[in-house]
C-alpha cells in the first residue's frame, strides 16, 4: 500500500470472492472507499491478483501480479509487471 500524491491511501488487495484483486483508493481521513480499479483477471493481459505498488514521479502506478498476464499458447503467465493511470497527480 501506499498514499499517492492525491494524499489517498492505495492498496493492492487479492479479493476472496473471483480471486482476481483490486485496486482501492481509500480517504486517510474518514476511511471510505474512493476509488476500485479493477483491470485483473486471468485473461487480462496484466494477469491476476496484483501484489507490489509504486508510484513513479509523473502520477502512474506502477505494480506486480503474482500470476497469469498474457503469454504464448501452451504456456502458464507468472505474473507481470504493469502500469496504470489512474489520474493522480505528478508526485
Not at 14 to 33: C, K, M
Amino acid at each position: 500500500m501506499l498514499v499517492a500524491g492525491d494524499g489517498n491511501l492505495w492498496v493492492a488487495e487479492q479479493t476472496a470472492n473471483n480471486f482476481n484483486g483490486d485496486l482501492i483508493a481509500l480517504s486517510l481521513s474518514t476511511g471510505t472507499v474512493l476509488k476500485t480499479l479493477n483491470p485483473f483477471s486471468i485473461n487480462a493481459a496484466v494477469g491476476a491478483p496484483p501484489s507490489a505498488l509504486l508510484q513513479v514521479k509523473d502520477g502512474t502506478l506502477w505494480g506486480t501480479t503474482t500470476m497469469f498476464g498474457k503469454v504464448s499458447a501452451g504456456h502458464f503467465g507468472d505474473g507481470v509487471v504493469y502500469s496504470l493511470n489512474a489520474d493522480l497527480p505528478a508526485r
